[in-house]
T-cell receptor, first 110, second 117 residues
Framework: KQEVTQIPAALSVPEGENLVLNCSFT??????LQWFRQDPGKGLTSLLL?????REQTSGRLNASLDKSSGRSTLYIAASQPGDSATYLC?????????FGIGTKLQVIP | GAVVSQHPSRVICKSGTSVKIECRSL??????MFWYRQFPKQSLMLMAT?????????EQGVEKDKFLINHASLTLSTLTVTSAHPEDSSFYIC?????????????FGPGTRLLVL
């Protein structure tokens, strides 16, 4: 059974700090890995998509890496800002569906 | 490219009424579309898969008569929650895939939040 785990479940950091969110998956048959942002009461925003043939993707202050051999992906946020406060979800693209983690709730304190 | 939209973004309805949610692929044709649901403090779970012009395939435990899915064109899929009840209140999100290749990337819409009073 495909499972995706995100650690930590919640994280609180002061503004300006660099941080790493973790995502691990049990199924080695991965096609891609996506990171999303979800604001309270709002919808999903796609942040980064890493294909299985890639090792990382970058967008602005965000960098996501993928290590298929260890079943892990990380989302690195540089110089965090209060506007980064949200829940971050990772989704493993596999056969016929995407399996999601529960998410990491991030709070960046001004 | 690969933008997916949903309408409405939020909907409030009375118990017993039906609600229709639209999912559109804006800049590509989607052979396959998917519907997911997010329960509070849980991960998004796949509800059903639909291919254009054919009946949807529902995941175990999802009532097909309760959640009607129509994929009438290559850019539009609709989810109708029939006779909605408060327990149907949830966040519904769709995704779209260009081809029938089960390994191809799914592109996600922003989601629709449904509240049933």
């Amino acid at each position: 059974k495909q499972e995706v785990t995100q650690i930590p479940a919640a994280l609180s950091v002061p503004e300006g700090e660099n941080l790493v969110l973790n995502c691990s998956f049990t199924d080695s048959a991965i096609y891609n890995l996506q990171w999303f942002r979800q604001d309270p009461g709002k919808g999903l925003t796609s942040l980064l998509l890493i294909q299985s043939s890639q090792r990382e993707q970058t967008s602005g202050r965000l960098n996501a890496s993928l290590d298929k051999s260890s079943g892990r992906s990380t989302l690195y946020i540089a110089a965090s800002q209060p506007g980064d406060s949200a829940t971050y979800l990772c989704g493993q693209g596999g056969y016929q569906k995407v399996t999601f983690g529960i998410g990491t709730k991030l709070q960046v304190i001004p | 490219g690969a933008v997916v939209s949903q309408h409405p973004s939020r909907v409030i309805c009375k118990s017993g009424t039906s609600v229709k949610i639209e999912c559109r692929s804006l800049d590509f044709q989607a052979t396959t579309m998917f519907w997911y649901r997010q329960f509070p403090k849980q991960s998004l779970m796949l509800m059903a898969t639909s291919n254009e012009g054919s009946k949807a395939t529902y995941e175990q435990g999802v009532e097909k008569d309760k959640f009607l899915i129509n994929h009438a064109s290559l850019t539009l899929s609709t989810l109708t929650v029939t006779s909605a009840h408060p327990e149907d209140s949830s966040f519904y999100i769709c995704s779209a895939r260009r081809s029938g290749n089960p390994w191809e990337t799914q592109y996600f819409g922003p989601g629709t939040r449904l509240l049933v009073l």
